[in-house]
């Protein structure tokens, strides 16, 4: 009878959870093919139809599920993540050092929603901080301290010196930045003034060939259009006094992988100099790693805990 079909119905579909990308809530939705999963989701979810069609993939690791048949063969209870056009699957895992810190925030993102996933990450795990850069930090700082101490469940007190953790972070970085320029400074004005007057005979009679030898080589082979990096990061490269400081440890990452000469040629600047400069940025990022692990190791030899109390962590932070 019917109620015989309504339960050969109900054993066809299949429970899935689903949420946004950068949503935490999930939702319960039961359906018996992927075209009525990607329509519920859509409407549950509040997708703008604009938006569509949706993409839904897997929530551990970002697998693209289109296929119907693959579908039915998933576990039920299977966690999706439903992107709009144009959004990128990101993952929160430990796998690469830091490919964690994802900032693949889209245009669309407001300024609200980058501090609000910048949050997320020093909710995950607050040794997060270290591996930023100054403008995450600069912004976090410049939250709203009640909008902060919300998003991350905490008291304002806690919150107040959080924030001068940050700052205190953003501040040493600064220092570190200066000290640097004067030992350059130093350095340079030691060199005695013979070379400084060859260097000027010399900078007298070259800069037209080299010139020419830029632009043939940039107009034949467009050699700077071999790096990976983005026109954000080379800009702070080049601009940028002690640039590895200002990074966050991900771009930090993409600058190492990048090849030196290619490098070279995006900066305009000759190996060495490039090579000095990945070289900064090594230096820089095995020192924030270091810095991370030696927090982990701290906290999980401090009572035994997994995590570190807030309290415990910032307090610690303030002493020194």
């Known amino acids: ?121 020093l909710k995950d795990d607050l040794s997060n901080i270290i591996l930023m850069s100054e403008e995450d930090l600069q912004v976090l700082i410049d939250v709203p301290r009640s909008d902060l101490a919300e998003e991350l469940a905490q008291s304002q007190p806690k919150i107040q010196v959080l924030q001068d953790t940050l700052q205190q972070v953003l501040d040493r970085r600064e220092e570190e930045r200066q000290s640097r320029q004067l030992l350059e400074l130093y350095l340079e004005a030691l060199k005695n003034e013979d070379s400084i007057l060859s260097k000027v005979a010399e900078s007298e009679t070259v800069p037209r060939k080299e ?25 702070a490269l080049k601009e940028k006094p002690a640039p590895e400081l200002c990074l966050d440890s991900q771009d930090l990452e993409l600058v190492l992988k990048e090849d030196t000469q290619a490098l070279a040629s995006a900066l305009r600047w000759d190996k060495q100099k490039a090579e000095a400069l990945q070289q900064a940025c090594d230096q820089e990022l095995s020192k924030r790693l270091q810095q991370v692990q030696t927090l982990h190791s701290l906290r999980s030899t401090s009572k035994g805990k997994k995590t570190l109390p807030w309290g415990d962590w910032l307090s610690s932070k303030r002493k020194k």
């Not at 010139?211 to 800009?235: E, F, H, R």
């Open 1 to 121: 009878g019917p109620a015989a079909g309504a339960a050969a119905m109900a054993a066809a579909l299949k429970r899935c959870l689903v949420r946004r990308r950068d949503g935490r809530e999930q939702h319960g939705v039961a359906a018996s093919c992927l075209r009525e999963l990607r329509d519920k989701a859509s409407g549950i979810l509040a997708i703008d139809k604009a938006r569509e069609p949706i993409t839904l993939v897997l929530a551990e690791d970002g697998t693209i599920v289109d296929d119907e048949d693959y579908f039915l063969c998933l576990p039920s209870n299977t966690k999706f993540v439903a992107l709009a056009k144009n959004e990128k699957w990101s993952s929160k895992s430990l796998d690469s050092g830091t490919a964690w810190l994802s900032e693949s925030v889209d245009e669309v993102d407001s300024a609200a929603e980058k501090w609000k996933q910048l949050a997320r990450q």
């Open 211 to 235: 010139m020419d030898v830029v632009d043939t080589s940039t107009s034949s082979t467009g050699t700077s259009a071999k790096t990976a990096l983005s026109d954000q990061i080379l800009a």
